[in-house]
């Protein structure tokens, strides 16, 4: 079993920034990509940004040139710097993590941590 661990999340004016971390332990393989999704009150789980473990990432559009996410793979750490936040992006930040293993793919997942952002 894989846990993952959040913090980072808070309060915070819009404009203004917030950075994230995850920590993952257990996992005895690999793990190949890891993200950040969020959930809003009423809204589905979105992705906002993902990482491989080679470093490759890809970002929602709405948070494109505003949050960064980046990882340690030594460390199995995850990170989400999140600069000019806007009240949409309030939500619960869920960490999540995938790990290959007899050509299975599994998928865990943190507790989340709550950002809101105020106008």
């Known amino acids: 079993q894989v846990q993952l661990v959040e913090s980072g999340g808070g309060l915070v004016q819009a404009g203004g920034s917030l950075g994230l971390s995850c920590v993952a332990s257990g996992s005895t393989h690999p793990i190949a990509t890891m993200g950040w999704y969020r959930q809003a009150p009423g809204n589905q789980r979105e992705v906002v940004a993902r990482i491989t473990s080679g470093g490759s990432t890809d970002y929602a559009d709405s948070v494109k040139g505003r949050f960064t996410i980046s990882r340690d793979n030594a460390k199995n750490v995850v990170y989400l710097q999140m600069n000019s936040l806007k009240p949409e992006d309030t939500g619960v930040y869920y960490c999540?993590?995938?790990?290959?293993?007899?050509?299975?793919?599994?998928?865990?997942w943190g507790q989340g941590t709550q950002v809101t952002v105020s106008s």
């Open positions: 999540n993590a995938a790990v290959l293993w007899s050509q299975k793919e599994y998928i865990y």
